[in-house]
């Protein structure tokens, strides 16, 4: 990654170099043509100021001729024309204003003279009107009173006739009230007698469909009598298989928790083992690349390890760091001990130092301090103090040949290494010196160091103790063990598995072997119960049809009657109808009324004239007089305002004819003038156009001049710019490779864009995202990976043995949408077949017919409606009326209930919306299915009450409900 960075840094410093100096190219060229050009403009300001100069010179001198000819009169004369002109407009827009005043009222006071004539015309009018009306009501007051006698004395005559009359028409009423009593008898008894026949039909296929039915259920329950003991004896066996198997798989299931058990346990040890060696083999590769770190920044100390390992001076034992090992728990506290010292070299005696200073000062690298084992003066440790958080002296803490024992001294001397920084301070306070397990070093001056201490690799360190054989052998010896029990539990684990599928098959098998036992069972007492129904309903069927018989007979016994009483009535009635037609105070009375009406028409003509004539009078008293003072007030007014206006327009003439003499002398001079100087006006106007040319032509000169000077400023800029930029580019680049080759390299390439460098640059932050993402090397990194490697695995077997279940689920669960399907469809059909039977009941010579939406997948759609009642074409539900709706849907209820009955039902009014012939039809319907539940129906229908059993009625009384009532069966019974 790091090689990347180094070639996309060196192909954005190359290419921006290249890039920079290509555009210092370019920037040189446009200044020179900027610099041209600015010569060109100045030259041309030059020239076009000199000509604007002699222009205005010229435009002056043609002023001064102008003058010398006009004797100085023109300007006064062209002031006094422009003044004139002026008042001359003036005085004519006034004399107009006043001359359109004038004609404005002239007109309005012919306007309201013509309104006055008009408003005169219709009072005069008016008035004939009025006069007229008065008459006409003064003959209709005359022909009021001659019919007003006449109605007196024809309703005289009629009273006589009226009391005749009326007793033969309350006859007549009375016997069409009875005639009307006994048609709705005949038709009630005609239409319970045709219903009690489609009844008894129903019941006679109701019994046929019934034993039908009946057969079926019985062999269906013989048939189950034989399979339901096999499929119980089966399933037994299979069940205590499965308990076997249960018991079986716990055994194992418990062995293979303790092998789980020891496995964790092992493997935590291992993984604490091999985390353990990597440590101690990262701190021995630590201390390594630190010394060697060291004696590459210490070429003296380097220098003569050089001369011990070649053997060119011989007595040099090495450093003190080197001599001696340690326990890594008491590393830093022995390197803090120890200082510089650690670094000094141990030499046989005080000849094998010098000889190896002679080197030293000879090939000039450096000094080093040496400790002659002979020479060194040392202190043997005192007591060690009885004091808390003591650990020993330091020099006790070191492993080394006991032959280096004056050189150890001397570096340790009596320092105290103690538990923390406390016993240090307590120690060192009192003369001894101290340092503390986490560096704290307190000496015997009571100066303290401390704070946190972090290798630099300034100095060197004692060895730490190499236990990686030992840790080694044991981690071998621990991984033994684990891979056994890792094959035990993979036994134990395979043959738990094998019994946990067998077990799930057993499970399942059961489960559907329990399932498909309760399913018989449940079918057996269904048929049982069904059986039950149908001899039930057998048996109340035929009690039924022998009571419709004996119903039928005494209704057909009842109309004979009804027909009598019907044909003597008629009869009495024609009598009465011949008596009224005989009778004259039908005529009278129409005669009376026609008077009457005539009567009103006068009463109504003579109302309107009144009206008129009312009207007529408040019209010319109140708007025609009042309307006619007004406008003779607006003509006087008009009069007085005329003659002040004709008078201010005759003033205004003879101001506008004195200002039109005054202005066409004074345009006569100015003419002349005009005339005298016509060639040098023309001359001075070129030179003024031009003089106007000229100073365009600065302004735009100076523009241009402007711009030029900021784009030379722009690209100086842009220039030094680029050069400071490639300066640094250069220094970046040459940091990373050669400038030259690598400018010369590309030379020949496709220059890049700077979109392309900028795209570089993205991946440089990329790459050192991903680098800084990295982080430091894990040393946990391999157990980590094992660790995981093992959990990935066991998911891996969980996935697959899910997957599995997950199969095995999807297909229980098709077979159970399957029978749930089946079962659906089942109670469907026999549902669609009850609806299509209670509707054809409820609506003899109709069909109906329950459809699925989607008949491929049942349980993924819904159930649409669809009906045909007697006499008309097919429809949907939504299509029907209020009353063949209500018919589909009590259809549709009763079919359910058919097929699954409850105890009882309760209605509220559903026969609201039906005829006569539907409410029978209900009626008769439930009066059916009550013998077998229980109906409560609200119903103000007489209909569908003489079908009940039991008449229950509610009546309010001073705010209290009162109830009553009736066994109609007991009435019945009484009558």
């Not at 305002?641 to 039109?660: D, F, H, Q, S, T």
């Not at 004074?666 to 005339?675: C, F, V």
């Not at 993205?762 to 995202?769: L, S, V, Y």
Request: charged letters at 35%; aromatic letters at 4%; a negative charge.
């Amino acid at each position: 990654m790091n090689d990347q960075i180094q070639k996309y840094n060196v192909d954005i410093f190359a290419w921006s170099i290249i890039k920079g100096r290509l555009r210092i190219d370019t920037i040189n060229e446009t200044l020179a043509q900027r610099a041209e050009e600015a010569e060109n403009l100045a030259k041309e300001l030059v020239e076009v100021d000199t000509n604007s100069t002699t222009t205005e010179t010229e435009i002056n001198s043609i002023d001064y001729d102008i003058d010398q000819i006009t004797g100085g009169n023109s300007a006064r004369i062209s002031e006094q024309y422009g003044i004139v002109s002026a008042a001359v407009n003036h005085v004519k827009s006034d004399l107009e204003r006043a001359q359109g005043e004038y004609d404005r009222t002239s007109n309005d006071r012919e306007t309201i003279v013509e309104e006055l004539e008009i408003t005169q015309g219709d009072m005069t009018q008016t008035d004939g009107q009025m006069k007229g009306k008065k008459t006409d009501l003064q003959k209709l007051e005359s022909e009021i009173a001659a019919t007003s006698a006449q109605i007196i004395r024809m309703e005289e005559l009629a009273q006589k006739e009226q009391n005749t009359y009326y007793e033969t028409t309350l006859r007549l009423q009375d016997l069409n009230n009875q005639l009307r009593a006994l048609d709705e008898g005949v038709s009630e008894v005609r239409s319970a007698i045709k219903s009690d026949n489609r009844e008894l039909g129903s019941l006679y296929e109701e019994i046929r469909d019934a034993n039908e039915s009946l057969e079926k259920t019985s062999e269906d329950i013989t048939q189950l009598k034989g399979i339901i003991p096999e499929k119980k004896e089966s399933l037994e066996k299979t069940e205590k298989i499965e308990v076997e198997r249960k018991s079986e798989l716990e055994e194992i299931t418990k062995r293979l928790k303790t092998i789980d058990a020891e496995v964790d346990e092992s493997s935590k040890i291992v993984s604490a083992t091999r985390e353990e060696l990597i440590k101690v083999q990262a701190r021995q590769d630590a201390l390594k690349e630190a010394e060697d770190a060291f004696l590459k920044r210490q070429r003296a100390l380097a220098k003569v390890l050089e001369l011990r390992d070649t053997g060119a001076v011989e007595g040099i034992h090495g450093t003190v760091a080197e001599l001696g090992t340690i326990n890594p728990d008491y590393a830093i506290a022995m390197e803090i001990a120890g200082g510089n010292r650690l670094s000094h070299i141990v030499v046989e005696n005080d000849s094998v130092a010098t000889a190896c200073v002679d080197v030293l000062k000879r090939d000039r690298v450096g000094r080093a301090s040496f400790i002659p084992l002979d020479k060194i003066k040392t202190k043997a440790p005192s007591k060690l103090p009885n004091d808390t958080g003591v650990i020993d002296f330091a020099l006790n803490l070191v492993n080394f040949d006991q032959k280096m024992l004056p050189a150890f001294e001397f570096v340790f001397s009596d320092t105290i290494v103690t538990e923390d920084f406390d016993s240090a301070k307590r120690l060192g306070f009192k003369g001894q010196r101290a340092v503390s397990l986490e560096g704290d070093l307190v000496e015997r001056s009571g100066l303290m160091t401390g704070g946190y201490y972090q290798r630099s690799g300034a100095s060197l360190s004692l060895q730490v103790e190499d236990t990686s054989p030992e840790i080694v052998e044991r981690l071998q010896g621990l991984e033994t063990i684990l891979n056994g029990l890792r094959e035990k539990q993979k036994t134990l684990s395979e043959k738990n598995k094998e019994i946990d599928l067998e077990l799930q098959d057993l499970s399942k098998k059961n489960y559907r072997g329990r399932i498909e036992l309760d399913k018989y069972e449940e079918r057996f007492d269904e048929q049982e119960y069904r059986s039950s129904v149908l001899k039930e309903r057998v048996e109340k069927a035929t009690l039924t049809v022998n009571e419709l018989e004996k119903q039928i007979a005494n209704l057909m016994e009842r109309d004979a009657e009804l027909t009598i009483q019907r044909e003597r009535v008629m009869a009495q009635r024609d009598q009465c109808n011949e008596d009224l037609t005989k009778s004259d105070s039908a005529k009278l009375n129409q005669d009376i009324k026609d008077l009457k009406e005539v009567l009103e028409q006068y009463k109504k003509q003579r109302e309107k004239i009144q009206s008129d004539l009312t009207a007529l009078k408040v019209a010319l008293d109140e708007r025609l007089g009042p309307k006619a003072i007004e406008i003779e007030s607006k003509i006087q007014a008009l009069d007085a305002v005329i003659p002040g206006y004709e008078e201010e327009i005759k003033r205004l003439e003879l101001e506008v004819a004195e200002r039109e003499k005054e202005f066409v002398k004074l345009k006569k001079e100015r003419e002349q003038i005009d005339e005298a100087v016509k060639d040098k006006r023309v001359r001075q106007l070129e030179l003024r156009e031009n003089l106007r040319n000229f100073r365009m032509r600065l302004e735009e000169i100076r523009e241009a001049q402007m711009s030029n000077e900021k784009a030379v400023y722009r690209l100086q800029t842009e220039q030094n710019r680029l050069e400071t930029d490639i300066v640094a580019f250069i220094a970046e680049l040459k940091a990373l490779t050669d400038v030259d080759e690598a400018i010369e390299e590309r030379k020949d390439e496709r220059e890049l864009t700077y979109r392309e460098l900028e795209e570089f640059q993205e991946k440089i932050k990329e790459i050192e995202r991903e680098l800084e993402a990295m982080g430091p090397v894990n040393l946990k990194a391999l157990t980590d990976y094992e660790t995981e490697r093992g959990r990935y695995d066991e998911i891996v077997d969980k996935k697959t043995q899910l997957e599995n279940e997950r199969k095995e689920i999807l297909a229980f669960m098709e077979e159970l949408e399957a029978e749930k399907t089946q079962k659906f469809l089942s109670v469907y059909n026999e549902i669609a077949d009850n609806f299509a039977t209670v509707f054809a009941q409820l609506s003899p010579g109709g069909e109906a017919a329950l459809m699925l939406e989607n008949p491929e997948h049942p349980l993924m759609g819904g159930i649409t409606v669809r009906s045909k009642p007697r006499g008309k074409e097919l429809v949907t539900l939504d299509a029907m009326s209020g009353g063949e709706k209500t018919i589909t849907g009590l259809a549709l209820i009763f079919s359910i209930q058919m097929y699954n009955p409850t105890s009882f039902y309760i209605f509220d009014e559903i026969d609201a919306a039906l005829d006569n012939v539907n409410a029978h039809n209900v009626a008769l319907l439930i009066s059916q299915m009550a013998k077998a539940s229980q109906f409560v129906v609200v119903s103000l229908r007489d209909t569908t009450v003489r079908k009940a059993d039991l008449l229950v009625g509610v009546s309010n009384l001073d705010g209290i409900s009162k109830i009553v009532s009736v066994d109609l069966e007991e009435v019945g019974a009484e009558s």
